[in-house]
């Protein structure tokens, strides 16, 4: 590990000698957008919906003068991939790293981007995610540095999905009793474009819709990648969906991926993509197609009986005219519930020669249980049955200041009944409130097993998305059914992948190993927004002493307001 330690702090020494801070200045605010052609309030910034593209080099400073413009409710802004090494109070989680910025007030957001990659931004305040606040964020290789592929241009692929119903109307579906789910988004949305009561491939559908018709500067016009015959281009795919997994394929082309979670891994050719909410790829696309015709871009939802259409996007070869539609039916999604397609896309991801290598032991291993649970009559979701309330003074602040009345000192467990079914409904479905933490010591190598279990109702078990703040993880490996001692045996200790966000599949498990080597707060929670919402999340905390001085207005509620007053 010493050995990982030194090349880390002497790439950091190197991307540092020529790097820069790039500032910007952000009024968050909502405004009338029609994304899928039809008008509605979104979330965005600088009158920008999706907000706009930060991008930088590994290395730079990012300096984000944050001003929040919705006059009734707070916000944050969570830069998702990005480690805040040194910066915990910038990580935008709200009750986690900092206080919500109030309406009229200003945050700066300052911090380091020192790895290359894909990346993006988003709310974490309440379910404003799906209210439309997310953004790009491309971090680019120092000078000097190469990438191990060669490519002639690129593009930012954000993927999301969008309701009709208010985010407001949302919440208090999922706080009510009896309950109200969200239900299946009306959109699925390309860099926040998408077609709602009409098709763009209208003639291939067995259904009454109509065919699309734009003149191109409408709003929800589709997204057109212009490109030359014979060429090489990275595609940058990133998922910021609420709710749906989604798949994304192109007509008569393969893929190749080449990073994940803005980690390098072994190139493979696909077909198709399979991306959940927090994931996000690069891919290489040769456009070795006939240069006469343009082909489709599609993106259908997984993992969940789909009720939206699919996503369309046009790869125009030029210099046809982007107008000529392609002339074949678009890539057909995946069926919904193949999950052996989904796995096997999965396990084909590895970390790149020469990538860090896990160490080979842990010194803790905490296995969540994931279980949807009911409390007081309200549905909830659970880990270890506790589902997770936040408190409203941000735990970097009382734990640093050792305000122990601010929060649940209680130690939430490490593991779960060792007899509990997972293949069936809970016999008790009942779970509690909580908001305790998971204390780990500081350089501890911790092993996460994700449980999946059976919900509420009978034969039903959901993908679940994990995303993990201020690290990354190695994905040690996949299995079904429950997790037992011997499973450790198929672990991959050689070259797993390095990544932020990971899934656990119904009925299944997953296991994860990260070095808790960045003090302070971190949030490790379900990437769905409304199951977050809904209470499935924990928080690890880790060297908190080590904390430098912490910017006054990133704690200036609850009681560390009343401290710094």
Request: charged share 20%; net charge neutral.
């Amino acid at each position: 590990m010493a050995f990982v330690f030194w090349c880390i702090v002497l790439s950091v020494v190197h991307v540092t000698l020529g790097s820069k801070a790039r500032h910007f200045k952000w009024e968050v605010e909502y405004m009338y957008r029609s994304p899928d052609c039809l008008e509605h309030v979104v979330m965005g910034i600088n009158g920008q919906f999706p907000g706009p593209t930060i991008r930088a080099k590994a290395g730079d400073t990012i300096v984000v003068q944050l001003t929040n413009k919705l006059h009734t409710e707070g916000v944050v802004i969570h830069w998702h991939g990005i480690r805040q090494l040194g910066t915990p109070w910038a990580d935008g989680t709200a009750s986690i790293s900092q206080c919500p910025i109030n309406p009229g007030e200003t945050f700066q957001y300052r911090f380091t981007v020192y790895r290359h990659g894909t990346y993006f931004y988003h709310g974490h305040y309440g379910m404003q995610r799906s209210a439309g606040l997310y953004g790009s964020l491309i971090v680019d290789v120092a000078d000097g540095e190469k990438e191990p592929f060669h490519y002639d241009g690129e593009f930012d692929l954000l993927l999301s999905d969008w309701w009709h119903q208010s985010v407001h109307e949302q919440e208090v579906g999922l706080s009510s009793n009896p309950f109200r789910w969200i239900g299946e988004p009306q959109t699925l949305l390309l860099n926040g474009r998408g077609q709602f009561n009409c098709s763009l491939a209208a003639k291939f559908s067995n259904s009454s819709v109509s065919q699309c018709k734009f003149r191109g500067n409408e709003q929800c016009a589709p997204q057109i990648l212009h490109v030359h015959p014979n060429k090489t281009y990275r595609l940058r795919i990133a998922s910021t969906t609420a709710l749906a997994s989604l798949n994304l394929a192109i007509g008569g082309h393969k893929m190749v991926v080449v990073e994940a979670d803005g980690n390098y891994v072994q190139p493979f050719a696909v077909d198709d993509l399979d991306i959940y909410s927090g994931e996000s790829y690069s891919v290489l696309l040769r456009t070795d197609q006939l240069p006469s015709k343009n082909y489709w871009i599609s993106v259908g939802v997984r993992g969940r009986e789909p009720k939206t259409p699919q996503a369309l996007a046009i790869l125009n070869y030029l210099p046809t005219s982007a107008s000529k539609l392609p002339i074949a039916q678009p890539p057909v999604t995946p069926r919904w519930n193949d999950y052996n397609h989904s796995i096997a896309f999965t396990k084909r991801i590895f970390a790149l020669m020469g990538s860090p290598q896990p160490p080979k032991t842990h010194d803790r291993r905490i296995i969540l249980l994931n279980t949807q649970n009911r409390i007081n009559g309200f549905t909830k979701w659970s880990i270890n049955n506790v589902s997770l309330v936040l408190p409203p003074t941000p735990y970097l602040g009382s734990i640093k200041y050792g305000l122990n009345n601010a929060f649940d000192q209680k130690r939430p467990r490490d593991n779960y009944d060792n007899n509990y079914d997972i293949m069936k409904p809970p016999v008790n479905p009942n779970s509690t409130y909580g908001n305790g933490i998971y204390t780990i010591n500081f350089n501890a190598t911790v092993d996460v097993i994700l449980q999946n279990a059976n919900a509420l109702a009978k034969d039903v078990s959901e993908i679940h998305p994990w995303h993990l703040h201020g690290h990354d993880f190695w994905v040690l490996g996949y299995g079904e059914g429950k997790f037992r001692e011997e499973d450790e045996k198929k672990f991959n200790l050689k070259n797993p992948p390095l990544r932020n966000t990971a899934v656990i599949f119904p009925y299944g498990w997953t296991a994860l190993r990260f070095v808790a080597d960045n003090p302070g707060v971190w949030a490790f929670h379900c990437h769905i927004e409304p199951h977050l919402h809904m209470g499935m999340g924990v928080v690890f905390a880790e060297g908190v002493h080590r904390v430098g001085e912490i910017p006054r207005a990133a704690l200036a509620c609850g009681l560390t307001g009343d401290k710094q007053n």
